[in-house]
DNA sequence: GCCCTCGGTGACAACGTTGTCAGGGGAGTT
DNA sequence: AACTCCCCTGACAACGTTGTCACCGAGGGC
């Protein structure tokens, strides 16, 4: 910027005012700058703007999801981002991979950049650590789980009611032998489904089949290979509820192995591209209102909003595809 | 920072030491000031530091795709993060939606922010307007699609090659009547799929179809229009290639809907979460491998690698599933 | 006992920008 | 003609940090 200066033979300031479009710089002078950056292929810092504007706003904000490659995280952050385009609002993103520490290596990472706002769909089980930012005001919205530890504004969906209307559509189709696969307890999201989940087997008077329930799995291939196993099982069960979109696709897989897509009926959890030419039964979480509300909420905040945080919580839908809603073998009545 | 060194008692210096684990502070001093962080809920501001510091690196860096939610960016994305974790570098992203005109927004937005590189994606046709940035040496890696108009690293997928593999697998079948169904040609890799289709019919010495060429689809709803339209002709295609992975998703849900899917052949371009359950023939990239090598070139320029602009070129695969080798029905040899 | 060395600490300027305020000159008013 | 007012422009400090260098005191060698 010196140089330009320099060039057009102008102060530092008149510069910095044609560089930002202010008022008050006559024509001619003017021209004589533009065509100063223009020939020194002058690019304006925001990084140094940004640190000497009192407002402080870096335009950036911090996303932290489970996996960037996640259908679900990956819609999450599409519809973040069109939250915030209309405001020039740019994302930095990151995988946590369910790491507690990650997270708050990235947490305390994007606020030393400072960041002007954070969605954080949290790793860890409690987030105790973030309680100073958020005491400044510090703009934080949890995003499909809500926050332990800290108060602040959240946008969650019903988990437990999600894992109680699978599993309520399967009882009442005559289901009583249900596999429940489900990712680690540890994440309060897996243990709500599954706590819905055994809300549903009270409703109707029933014990949970604890000898099907697989809790602990995330990955695909554990939940192709704990399918396989139940299914080998000298009592085996007739449905299954997977926890999560992963887990969905693993056992479609082992079924398909097996050849008994047909004959075991079939739930999950996560809605994901073409499921339903899969025929697959899924409790749908909304991500892109999700994801909408989130950003409206960052925004205010970012903005000056000041109000009590807010808790919001969105009701899942069960889309009926057919896979959950094959019947249990006929046995005994 | 300042408050910090009055609450500890030391100069300014002597907490930036400490704040960067510079060596030379003693334990007491260093302890003092180490509470009194914590007492004041001191942040480092890394905008500062990044500011002041000579090598100016400010371990961010742009990522510009064609659509954060789509399957094959999301995994871009991912690859990418996964190669520049260990080099702690972050990642801001952003949806082109294939628009020129934000993509030079997003591109002089992420230089003005001092991002330490830039990964493309373009949406454009020809990127000359960042000819003074490469030129200066910025670093800048294309992905997917090769730069035009300026010279700079690339790693692509032969597109060409995609194409022709794709129709040389269908009319080595016998189909004659192949629909092509593609993105607008604006888009390079859309025109050099076709360029490659083109050259299948002409190795087997035939004429391409004008009449079932569908140029300029890039929605899955248009892609499921034109599959019935193209259907719906008094001499239909006995097989389809779909150029990418919406439309192949589209293509999949129009012949579903007309319980064609048994009959009609396809093949898509870009495999996707689940096209093994759907029994789809693709062409597979390789996007992990992409986003690896996109990752390794980046960041050997961000270190200082001035070596000639390389080129490199990655082969695609046809991953046969059933949908592609469906032979074309016996009417008259 | 003197000088030198060296580890620890601090004062100051600088990174690239913008907010503040003062000054200069032209046009309009009395 | 003198004065006022307003529009442009520039000088300067400041944002929060770190690089540079100077200083101070203790310890060791002669």
Redo the contacts with the bound molecule.
């Keep these: 910027?010196?140089d330009?200066?320099e060039a057009a033979?102008?102060?530092?300031?008149?510069?910095?005012?044609v560089?930002?479009d202010?008022?008050?710089?006559?024509g001619?002078?003017?021209d004589r700058v533009l065509s100063a950056v223009e020939k020194l292929d002058?690019?304006?810092?925001?990084?140094?703007?940004n640190?000497?504007?009192?407002?402080?706003r870096t335009g950036v904000i911090g996303v932290l999801v489970q996996d960037l490659a996640n259908s679900f995280s990956s819609s999450l952050l599409r519809a973040l981002e069109d939250a915030m385009r209309p405001h020039k609002v740019m994302i930095v993103a990151a995988s946590l991979d369910e790491t507690t520490l990650r997270e708050q290596h990235m947490v305390e990472n994007l606020i030393s950049r400072r960041v002007d706002g954070l969605v954080l769909v949290p790793a860890s089980a409690r987030q105790d650590y973030l309680a100073p930012e958020v005491r400044s005001g510090f703009p934080v919205v949890f995003a499909d789980r809500a926050p332990r530890g800290i108060e602040t504004d959240s946008v969650v969906i019903d988990h437990a009611l999600g894992g109680f209307m699978a599993v309520d559509h399967l009882l009442a189709n005559g289901h009583r032998r249900i596999a429940i696969i489900a990712d680690s307890s540890t994440i309060t999201t897996a243990s709500e489904r599954v706590r819905g989940v055994r809300a549903a087997f009270t409703k109707y008077g029933l014990e949970v089949p604890e000898d099907l329930v697989r809790v602990g799995e995330r990955t695909e291939e554990g939940a192709r290979a704990a399918v396989h196993e139940l299914r080998s099982l000298p009592d085996p069960p007739t449905a299954i509820f997977a926890g999560r979109n992963t887990i969905a696709q693993g056992a479609v897989r082992a079924l398909s192995q097996r050849g008994e897509r047909e004959r075991v009926a079939l739930v999950g959890f996560d809605d994901f591209p073409m499921s339903d030419l899969l025929g697959l039964t899924v409790i749908r979480q909304d991500v892109s209102r999700l994801g909408a509300l989130v950003g409206e909420r960052l925004l205010a905040r970012i903005q000056g909003d000041t109000s009590p945080p807010s808790q919001q919580v969105l009701p899942p839908a069960l889309i009926a595809r057919g896979s959950g809603e094959i019947p249990p073998p006929r046995v005994a009545g």
């Design positions: 910027m010196r330009v200066a033979g102008v102060s530092l300031k008149t510069v910095s005012r560089v930002n202010e008022p008050g710089v006559k001619d002078l003017r002058y690019r304006h810092n925001l990084v140094a703007s640190l000497r504007r009192s407002d402080a």
